[in-house]
């Protein structure tokens, strides 16, 4: 578990810089995507070793896998979901998921988070897609004793799990990480949601993007975040 802020930024940062900013900038903990068809950046230095540095020098880690993506999503992306593959297309990517995480170092217990990017939220079938998807993803992702969790935008993805999670449906994430542009660093107030949804530390909140910020003289654009939920088990 991790209460604190965290910063994500899509290229996971060199070992200079995870150095540089430990201590002096306000975060506690980095997300960094570990795998997924649609990881959109190259990881050169996302290793075992990079993992084991990092962690030992006390920084927690938030492992994003970018999956398959709604089948009405604008623009092109490597893996879509469609009604017809979503529970396999899940099976696959969650013990993918698992796989990469473990080659990192991360242990079991630990939380993947799941990233689905926006959707047209009014478009039903498109939502139970996901839905489906996801809880196929969970299954596997457990099987495995790791934890499933979940990242998404407040007005679609991530309201799809709320409002499945609200009508109490199975195999849906542990814990949800929200993207809500609002400046607000919580994960209470802000939380758009039902209050007793993914109650007790079981939140993280994306609530800026793109911010140029220098830390022990090195710079970085990163998405902040307002944690108050689990990360990886490393060590």
């Known amino acids: 578990m991790f ?21 002096t900038s306000p975060y506690g903990a980095v997300a960094v995507y570990v795998g997924g068809k649609n990881r959109g950046c190259a990881q050169p230095q996302l290793t075992a070793s990079w993992v084991q540095s990092v962690s030992a020098a006390g920084w927690k880690l938030i492992p ?10 604008t623009g092109s992306s ?8 979503a529970d396999s297309l899940g099976a696959a990517d969650g013990a993918d998921a698992v796989s ?3 080659a ?5 217990g630990s939380t ?11 478009d039903t079938a498109c939502g139970d897609a996901v839905l489906a998807y996801t809880q196929a993803f969970d299954r596997a992702v457990a ?6 969790g979940f990242y998404g935008f407040s007005s679609s993805s991530a309201a799809g799990i709320a409002n499945a999670a609200a009508q109490g449906k199975p195999d849906l994430p542990e814990a949800l990480w929200y993207a809500k542009y609002d400046g607000a660093a919580d994960t209470t107030g802000s939380f758009p949601f039902g209050a007793g949804l993914f109650a007790g530390h079981r939140r993280g909140h994306q609530y800026q993007v793109n911010q140029r910020e220098t830390y022990g003289g090195v710079a970085l654009t990163v998405d902040r975040n307002a944690w108050d939920g689990p990360v990886a088990v490393t060590g």
Do not use: H
């Open 78 to 85: 490597p893996e879509k979901i469609t009604a017809a593959t």
């Open 3 to 23: 209460t604190g802020l965290a910063f994500d930024t899509c290229t996971a940062p060199p070992l200079a810089t995870m150095t540089a900013w430990q201590g």
């Open 112 to 122: 993947l988070y799941l990233d689905v990017e926006a959707y047209n939220s009014a």
């Open 143 to 148: 099987s495995r004793s790791y934890r499933p």
């Open 104 to 108: 990192l170092g991360m242990r079991a």
């Open 100 to 102: 990469k995480a473990s």
């Open 64 to 73: 994003l896998y970018v999956g398959a993506q709604p089948p009405c999503q």
